[in-house]
C-alpha cells in the first residue's frame, strides 16, 4: 500500500513538473526566439525568400531549384522527390541512400556523366567536377563548385550572347566563400547567379 | 578540398573544445548540486523554487538508486504518453491555422509509437520525413520537449552514478526531480536561448507562417500515378498504374518554429531533424560556421562532464585520462573516415568523376568531404544522430566508422550523460581486467569492485550486443527486413545493421536508404531503443547505489591509478576489444567485404 502511495505521488510529480517545463522549454523559450528572430533576422526567420517585382516569392536564396536550360547554370542532381522526376521538391528533402556498389547510382552517374560532357562541349575523356555527377545529401544543395560553374561559363556566355569574363565575374560574385577563410568549401549559388542573369536577384 | 585547411579546421575543433571543457565544467559542478550557485541565479531560482512548489518536490531530500529510478522511469512514461497523444491529435488540436497551416492529418499509430520512442530515449531515429507530417504544434512541443526531458534525463543519470562514485558508505545519489528541473533551466535553456540566435542569424528559419509557394523559373511536367475520385491509384489492364502529366509550377518552401528546436537537437544530442534531410539540409545548417558550432555543441556537455567526473572524485587527472581516451577514439576514427572519403568510389572515377573531389554522393557542397567526415564521426562518437551528409552514401570504410562508432556504445564524449555512463562501465571492467592482470582485488578510486559491479557492467554491455545482433538476424531472415532495403549485396546487409545499432544506441542516424516506416520495423526498432535506454540505465543505476554506499580503502602500493597513460592506453583497449571481439564478425559480412568488392568494380 505504501509502495502504492508513492507510485501515486511520483506520478502526480511527473504530469506537474512535465506542464511547468513544457510551458517553459516549449511554450516561452521558442516564443522568444521567434520575437527575437522577426525582430533582428526578419530575412532568415522568414526563408531568406525572394520576391518578384510584384511581390509574389519566387526562390529561396538557400534552397536549390532546377534549371536546365543552357541558358542557366544548372544545379547539382537531386534525390528529392519521390519517385517521380520532378528534381528539388522541397517538402521531399533528401540523398539518393545508394551505396558505392550500387548499380543504380553507378548508371545515373554514367548517364549524367555523358549528359554534362555533352552540354558543356566537354571531350569524351574530360573528368566532371564529382558535384556535377553525384547527387546531395538534401537534394535541394543550392551550391554547385567553382570547377563546376566555371566549366559551364562558356556554354551560358554563348546562349545569353555574354562576354565569358562578364559571367566570369557574375560566377565569382555569387560565390559563397569559406566562413573565415577558414570554414566549409566555397561553393557558387546558382539560385542567386541564375536570378541575378534574369535580372530578378540583386 | 584543400588538406592544410583540413588540418586546421580539425585544429581550431579541438582546441575550442579543450577551451570549454573545464569552464563548463565547473558551470556543471554547480548545476548538479542542489545548492550550487550561478550567475543566473537571480532570474531562475524563482522558476525553480515555483515549480518544485507546484509539483511537490522537497528539494532538500536525496533518494535511493531505486527510488531515483522508478521517479526517472515514470517520469520518461508520462512525457512519451505526452508526445504520442500530441502527434496522433495533430489534426484536431485547437489553432490549426496557426499550428498546422499545412492542415497535416494525424500520425499514424505504429509510427506515433516509434516516434515517441524515438525521441523520449533521446534517439530521435526518424521513420517520418518532418516537412511533409509534422504540424508545428508536433515540432515544437510533442517533439522539441523530448529534446529537452531525455538530454536533461541523460545528464542526471551520468551526475547520479558520479555521485555514487565520489560518495562513500551512503544510501542516497541526489534527487532526479531537482536534477531535471536544474539541468533544464540553468544548462540547457540559456545555452540554447543564446544558440537558437545565432542559428537565425545564419539562415535557420523561426516562424509560424504557412509553407511559400515560390513560382520556379522553369516549369517541370512531370508524371505522376492517376487517382480515382477517393484517392486509390488507377491500373490498367495489366495492373500497371496509370501515369497522367502534371505541370509543376511552384516549390513549397517548408516553413515553421526549427531554430527554437535545432539548438536543442544538437546540445541535447538528440539529432532528430525538423526536415527529412536533417542537418544537410539548407535551413537545418545554412552555412559551414553554423555547422561547425552544432558540431562542438553535440561534444561540448560530454566533454565538460568528463571534467564534471574528475573534480567530483577529487582526482582531476582521472577526468582528463578519460578524455584523453575519448579524444584517441574519435581522432582514429575520423582519420579513416576523411581517408576513405577522400579517396572516394573508383567505380565512379572510372566513368570519369574527377578523383580530386572524393566522394560527393550525398554530401553537401558548402561542407565537402572534410566536414562531412568530421560531422559523420562527431555525430556516431556522440549519441546525436543528426547528419549532415547521407551515411548511407558514404564509402564502405568510410561509413563503417559511424557504424563501429554507434557499436563501441557510443562512449566518445558520447550523448549528453549517456556517453560518460557508458564509459564509466568501460572503466569498471578495464579496472577489473587490471586486477585480474596483477591478481589482487580490483579497486576503483578506493572501493573495491565486486561481483556485483562487474555482473551489471556486464549485462550492460551483453544486453547492447544482443539487441543490435539479434534484431539484425531476425531482419535478416524475414521478409519484412529485406522489403526496406534500397541496396542489395553486403550493403543491404550493413542498412539494417545500421539500423538496429544506431536505434540500440540511441543513436538515430540510419542508413537512410532502408525503408523503416512499416509495422515491423517501426516496431522493433522501438523496442530495441527501449531496451537500448532503458536496460542500460537500471544496471547502471545499481552499481551507483552499490558504489554509494561501499566503505573507502585508502589507496596501498598494490592500488591502480586511474590517472595517466597507462590507465588511458588500458581504457581505450578495453572499449576497443570489447567492440572488436561483439560486432568484427558483422562487420565484415557488411563493409568490409563491400569494400574489397567496390576495388574489384562487383555491382548489384
Known sequence: MEILMSIFKEIKISVIVTLVLLIVCCGIYPLVIYGVGQAFFPRQANGSIVLDGSGKPIASTLLGQDFSADKYFNPRPSAAGTGSDFRYDSTSSGGSNYGATSQALHDAVAQRIADYRKANNLAADASVPADAAEASASGLDPHISIKNALLQVPRVAKARNMSEDDLKKLVDQYTDGRDFGILGEPGVNIIKLNLALDGKYK | ?604
Open chain 2, 1 to 604: 578540398m584543400n588538406a592544410t585547411l583540413g588540418w586546421t579546421q580539425l585544429a581550431l575543433y579541438l582546441g575550442l573544445l579543450i577551451l570549454i571543457t573545464k569552464p563548463l565544467g565547473l558551470y556543471l559542478l554547480q548545476v548538479l548540486d542542489a545548492n550550487g550557485r550561478t550567475w543566473l541565479d537571480p532570474i531562475l531560482k524563482p522558476l525553480e523554487r515555483l515549480t518544485y512548489r507546484l509539483g511537490g518536490v522537497d528539494p532538500g531530500k536525496e533518494q535511493h538508486w531505486k527510488h531515483y529510478t522508478i521517479s526517472m522511469l515514470i517520469f520518461s512514461l508520462i512525457t512519451m504518453l505526452v508526445t504520442y497523444v500530441i502527434l496522433r491529435m495533430q489534426a484536431i488540436l485547437p489553432l490549426q491555422h496557426l499550428f498546422n497551416p499545412q492542415g497535416f492529418p494525424a500520425v499514424p499509430d505504429h509510427l506515433s509509437f516509434n516516434t515517441a520512442m524515438s525521441f523520449t530515449t533521446n534517439t530521435n531515429w526518424q521513420s517520418y520525413s518532418g516537412e511533409s507530417t509534422m504540424s508545428y504544434f508536433s515540432q515544437m512541443v510533442a517533439l522539441a520537449s523530448q529534446n529537452f526531458f531525455s538530454a536533461a534525463v541523460g545528464i542526471a543519470i551520468a551526475a547520479a552514478l558520479v555521485r555514487g562514485i565520489a560518495r562513500d558508505s551512503m544510501q542516497t545519489i541526489g534527487n532526479f526531480w531537482v536534477d531535471l528541473v536544474r539541468i533544464t533551466y540553468y544548462l540547457l535553456l540559456p545555452i540554447c536561448l543564446v544558440y537558437a540566435i545565432f542559428l537565425v542569424s545564419q539562415g535557420m528559419i523561426q516562424n509560424f507562417k504557412p509553407y511559400d509557394a515560390a513560382a520556379l523559373t522553369e516549369k517541370e511536367t512531370i508524371q505522376v500515378q492517376k487517382t480515382d475520385a477517393s484517392g486509390n491509384p488507377v491500373k490498367d489492364a495489366k495492373g500497371n498504374p496509370v501515369m497522367v502529366p502534371q505541370v509543376v509550377d511552384t516549390q513549397s518552401i517548408p516553413e515553421g518554429p526549427m531554430a527554437s528546436q535545432m539548438a536543442i537537437k544538437m546540445l541535447g544530442t538528440n539529432g532528430g531533424g525538423y526536415t527529412n534531410a536533417n542537418a544537410s539540409h539548407p535551413f537545418e545548417n545554412p552555412t559551414p560556421f553554423s555547422n561547425f558550432i552544432q558540431m562542438l555543441s553535440i561534444f561540448s556537455i560530454g566533454s565538460a562532464l568528463t571534467y564534471y567526473l574528475g573534480r567530483m572524485v577529487k582526482n582531476p587527472g582521472h577526468g582528463w585520462s578519460v578524455w584523453a581516451a575519448m579524444t584517441f577514439l574519435f581522432l582514429t576514427g575520423f582519420f579513416v573516415c576523411w581517408h576513405y572519403e577522400t579517396v572516394g568510389n573508383p567505380i565512379l572515377t572510372q566513368l570519369g568523376v574527377d578523383p580530386a573531389d572524393g566522394n560527393m554522393e550525398g554530401k553537401e557542397v558548402r561542407f565537402g568531404i572534410t566536414n562531412s567526415a568530421l560531422f559523420a564521426t562527431i555525430t556516431t562518437d556522440a549519441s546525436c544522430g543528426a547528419v549532415n551528409c547521407m551515411h548511407d552514401s558514404l564509402t564502405p570504410l568510410g561509413g563503417l566508422v559511424p557504424l563501429f562508432n554507434i557499436e563501441l556504445g557510443e562512449v566518445v564524449f558520447g550523448g549528453v550523460g549517456a556517453g560518460l555512463y557508458g564509459m564509466l562501465v568501460f572503466v569498471i571492467t578495464a579496472v577489473f581486467i587490471a586486477g585480474l592482470m596483477v591478481g589482487r582485488t580490483p579497486e576503483y578510486l578506493g572501493k573495491k569492485i565486486q561481483s556485483f559491479e562487474v555482473k551489471m557492467s556486464m549485462l550492460v554491455l551483453l544486453v547492447l550486443a544482443m539487441d543490435i545482433l539479434g534484431f539484425t538476424a531476425w531482419a535478416c531472415v524475414s521478409d519484412w527486413g529485406k522489403a526496406g532495403l534500397n541496396n542489395n549485396g553486403p550493403h543491404g546487409f550493413s542498412e539494417m545493421l545500421y539500423a538496429y545499432s544506431s536505434v540500440t544506441g540511441n543513436n538515430g542516424s540510419a542508413f537512410a536508404g532502408l525503408t523503416a516506416s512499416t509495422y515491423w520495423y517501426d516496431t522493433t526498432l522501438a523496442v530495441g531503443m527501449f531496451i537500448g535506454r532503458f536496460l542500460m540505465i537500471i544496471p547502471i543505476m545499481a552499481i551507483a547505489g552499490s558504489l554509494a554506499a561501499k566503505k573507502l580503502v585508502p589507496p596501498g602500493p598494490g592500488s591502480f591509478p586511474v590517472s595517466g597513460g597507462t590507465f588511458t592506453l588500458l581504457l581505450i583497449g578495453t572499449v576497443l576489444l570489447v567492440g572488436a571481439l561483439n560486432f568484427l564478425p558483422a562487420l565484415t559480412l557488411g563493409p568490409v567485404v563491400e569494400h574489397f568488392l567496390m576495388w574489384s568494380g562487383k555491382l548489384f
